[in-house]
């Protein structure tokens, strides 16, 4: 019996639907945003640079295939040390000293390097060039340190280059440098206190919370939004939730539910009140992305038929909010660690708020673009067919990525 126009096109749609998933699956977690501290003290320029360690495989020049872990941070050296040039007077500082170290409980690599300028600070001028064809989104947020003022600031694909006029700046100021760096990350220990310019600290300790909020840089709303999208696991998770007839009102629960359980867990682990590893997390996120595929075929069978079966699923009673929340849960510590990676200090909160923002706007827009989809299909006899069928690629994909993480 030659199939319809309708089930011809319901047919295309789920192949289209599943090529997608493919896809975005494909590139789970990998981010284009890297971090960068930087000190100015009397012995040079000190550069702390802090990303994913899953990125540098972007940086070997010989591919060796997908699934492969990262070489040690020691292999990277040469590339980063590329990356980075400083000079003064239009003459390049030295670099006198370089390290590399891996960050296990975040996943991240961190290469320090030093670099020297007999010449002075006059007409300085740091250029970092790393991943601009790799990655021309890519957005590395950056601090300066100097007489203890603190510069916020992004490198960009477009915005290679920060120059810094030191003895002026330190003439204005009537502050010396400092005679040698930080012995750790000052990312941890000091405040970020503008997004254009140096302030005053004092002043800026005495400013109101609010003040403190617009200070706050506004691309971290941008990282929200970009993580959340690029973020496979989670991105499949929140269409997962839609592949079940449900009414409005469920549907508007399951996604607040949702909502305020990863923005519990990503406040509480990015002020480190909880912490694990993500050896332990990114696995049991993978777990709920199956876990959701399976509750959603479970659901889409009930003894009826046609279009009486989806008002049939609506009208039934659900707990669904409960397993949403509790697997929210876990999903605000996965969305926490790059935040976790970015020292942030005194200025978390605004952070905070900015980058649960953009993931609130990067998952609204999600359920935009597939609530339309989803009650289309669920209008059609043959849609829970194809719910049933995404939701069976859920948990391929859940199981796939569990056992990746679990075993790599």
């Not at 502050?175 to 503008?194: I, M």
């Not at 989803?374 to 859920?394: E, N, P, Q």
Request: glycine share 8%; charged share 20%; aromatic share 10%.
């Amino acid at each position: 019996m030659p199939l319809s126009y309708a089930q011809r096109l319901g047919r295309r749609c789920c192949l289209l639907i599943l090529l997608l998933l493919q896809a975005t699956a494909a590139c789970a977690h990998l981010s284009g945003f890297t971090d960068t501290s930087i000190q100015i003290a009397q012995p040079g320029i000190k550069v702390i640079y802090t990303l994913p360690a899953d990125n540098l495989l972007e940086l070997e020049s010989e591919p060796r295939g997908e699934g492969v872990k990262p070489l040690a941070p020691a292999e990277y050296l040469d590339a980063i040390v590329q990356g980075w040039s400083v000079s003064a007077k239009r003459r390049p500082c030295f670099l006198r000293d370089r390290e590399a170290a891996a960050l296990r409980t975040i996943e991240s690599y961190q290469f320090s390097l030093r670099f020297e300028c007999p010449q002075g600070f006059d007409e300085l001028l740091i250029r970092y060039s790393l991943f601009g064809e790799q990655w021309r989104g890519e957005q590395n947020f950056t601090r300066v340190f100097m007489a203890g003022e603190q510069l916020r600031m992004r490198f960009t694909f477009d915005k290679k280059e920060l120059a810094l006029q030191v003895p002026q700046l330190l003439s204005d100021w009537d502050k010396p440098l400092q005679e040698d760096f930080f012995e750790v990350d000052p990312n941890n220990k000091l405040r970020k206190d503008s997004w254009t310019g140096f302030l005053n600290t004092t002043e800026s300790e005495n400013s109101s919370w609010w003040r403190e909020l617009w200070r706050t840089d506004p691309g971290f709303i941008t990282l929200g939004l970009k993580h959340i999208l690029e973020g496979a696991d989670h991105l499949l998770f929140v269409i997962g939730l839609l592949l079940v007839p449900a009414s409005w009102a469920r549907l508007a629960g399951l996604v607040t539910a949702f909502t305020v359980a990863h923005s519990i867990t990503l406040a509480l682990s990015s002020f480190h009140a909880i912490a694990l590893p993500p050896t332990l997390t990114e696995p049991l996120i993978a777990l709920t992305v199956a876990a959701i595929g399976v509750e959603n075929i479970l659901r889409t069978r009930w003894p009826a038929s046609g279009t009486d079966q989806v008002a049939h699923i609506r009208s039934q009673p659900s707990r669904r909010w409960l397993t949403t929340f509790a697997f929210g849960l876990i999903h605000g510590v996965g969305l926490s660690y790059l935040l976790t990676q970015m020292g942030l200090g005194d200025d978390l909160v605004g952070t905070l708020l900015f980058f649960n923002v953009g993931v609130e706007l990067g998952q609204l827009s999600i359920v935009a673009v597939c609530l339309p989809v989803t009650l289309w299909l669920f209008k059609r006899s043959w849609g829970l067919r194809v719910s049933s069928a995404l939701s069976g690629a859920l948990v391929l994909f859940g199981l796939a990525w569990f056992i990746e993480r679990t075993f790599r």
